[in-house]
């Protein structure tokens, strides 16, 4: 079965592709409510956890909140412990084929590695 692209599916992924910030649903919903007024909340999250099952955008779980980025290539993301900040980084060269696991299949790798941004440097 194909899904139908909805206007309200597809504000939301022209959305998380304009930014770099690993958005919120709470922050994908106050953008996209200024092109689409009767959006609702519920609509969103079931827009992106479609588009996290079909694999087009990524979401991501930190500091106890789940975020979102529409960029799928393999990169790392590197949180701020001072600012919150998300800084992805491309760096690392991970093919998950290329692991040995024992009565395991892996599908993605995400890795999310804690410290401190060059304006927060350790404060």
Excluded: W
């Excluded at 991970?94 to 892996?106: C, E, G, M, Q, R």
């Amino acid at each position: 079965m194909v899904k139908r692209q909805t206007i309200q599916a597809l504000k939301i992924k022209e959305f998380l592709q304009s930014v770099k910030t690993h958005p919120s649903a709470e922050s994908v919903y106050e953008a996209v409510k200024l092109a689409l007024p009767t959006i609702t909340l519920a609509t969103v999250y079931r827009n992106l956890n479609q588009m996290v099952e079909a694999g087009e955008i990524t979401k991501l779980e930190i500091n106890n909140e789940f975020r979102f980025d529409a960029n799928t290539k393999t990169h790392t993301h590197c949180v701020c412990k001072s600012c919150g900040k998300i800084i992805d980084d491309f760096q690392a060269d991970i093919d998950i084929k290329k692991l040995k696991f024992n009565n395991f299949t892996p599908l993605s790798v995400n890795i999310i590695i804690n410290g401190f941004c060059g304006n927060c440097g350790g404060k």
